[in-house]
C-alpha cells in the first residue's frame, strides 16, 4: 500500500450509501456500495451510513427502498444509526433555502422556454438568467427557485482522479435551481443539507456526478457548511458507452446463495482495483468482509471516469 492510501485510510471517515429507490440494486449500486463501505470500515472507528434518497417522489418505485435495504442486508453491509430517508427530510432542506433567501430568485422558465432559445440548450445548464430581475410569467403560482452563482471558478481536488478541476459555474452551467415547480427540492440542495447534518466529511461516489461537486461547494460556502473530502470512482458501463443503471434497465442483483455473493462482491473489489481472491478461500460473508476490510487501498482504484464492464 502507497504512503498516500495509508493516509486516507488512517483518517477518521463518516462516510455513506445513498442509492435512489428508482428499482432495486444493479452491480453498479454494489460497486458503489462496496466502495463507499470500504473507504470507511478500514479505520474502525470511521462510520458508515445509509441513506434513501428519496426526494423525488415521482421517480420512486413502490418497494424499492425495501429491496434495496433487504439486498444490503443479504450482502453483509452494516451501517450505523438509522436509515436517513429524504422523503421525511423536507422541513430541513425548505430552512437551508430560507437561510440563503438573498442569494436565491423564483423562476418561471419551462424546459420548452429554454429550449427555443438555443436548440442545443439542455435544461438546467447554461441558464441565462431570464429571471434574475424578476419573474417573467407572474401567472406561475409554484416557480422554482434558482441560486444566483457568481463569476468566481469553484476548484476542488478529488481523491481518485488525477487532476484537480476547476469550474466558473455562472459560465457554464448558470444559476441553478434548488426547487423545482410543484414543489419537489433539486438534489444539488438536499444532498448537501444531509451530508451537513450527518457529518458526512468523506463523499464517495460515481464519477458520473464528478462535475456536479462545483455546484455543491458553491451552496456549502454559502450555508458556512464545511467541504468533505470527495473521492469519484469510475463508473461501469457496457460496449456502447451506457452506464450501469436503472434507467439504462441493467439488472438487479439477483444472487441467492452465499457463493454467488461473493462472487459478485469479488468482481466489485476487481472492478475497483483491488487484490484478487478466489470465492472458494471465503467460508461466508463474514470472512470476505474481513479479508475486503484489511486488504481494501484506495489508491489502487483506477485513475479515469469509467471502465467498461464485461458481464458474464
Known sequence: ???????????????????????????????AAVASYLCARKNP???????????????????????????????????????????ERTDYYQAALDAISKHVYACSCTRKDLQSLSSDMTYGYNYPGLCRNGQLNKDVKRPSIRVKTNNQEICFQDECQKEPFCQ????????????????????????????????INHVVRGADLFDNTPRQIFLQKLLGYQTPAYLHFPVATTNDGKKLSKQNHSPELNAT???????????????????????????????????????????AIPKVKTIVYQQN
Request: aromatic share 12%; charged share 20%; glycine share 8%.
Open 168 to 199: 466558473n459555474i455562472e459560465h457554464d452551467i448558470g444559476d441553478f435551481i434548488l426547487k423545482r415547480r410543484g414543489g419537489l427540492f433539486a438534489y444539488q440542495l438536499a444532498v448537501l443539507v444531509d451530508d451537513h447534518l450527518q457529518g
Open 257 to 299: 446463495s452465499t457463493n454467488a455473493k461473493i462472487q459478485q462482491l469479488l468482481k466489485a473489489m476487481k472492478f475497483l482495483g483491488q487484490t484478487d481472491a478466489n470465492q472458494d478461500d471465503f467460508s461466508n460473508l463474514q470472512d470476505f468482509w474481513q479479508w475486503a476490510i484489511s486488504n481494501w487501498d484506495a489508491d
Open 1 to 31: 500500500m502507497s504512503k498516500q492510501a495509508s493516509n486516507i485510510d488512517n483518517q477518521i471517515r463518516i462516510g455513506r450509501f445513498a442509492p435512489s429507490p428508482t428499482g432495486g440494486l444493479h452491480f453498479g449500486s454494489l460497486i
Open 45 to 87: 472507528q470511521s462510520q458508515w451510513y445509509l441513506r434513501i434518497e428519496d426526494v423525488d417522489t415521482q421517480r420512486k418505485q413502490k418497494g424499492a427502498s425495501s429491496a434495496i435495504i433487504q439486498t444490503l442486508e443479504a450482502y453483509g453491509f452494516a451501517w450505523d444509526g438509522e436509515i436517513f430517508y429524504q422523503s
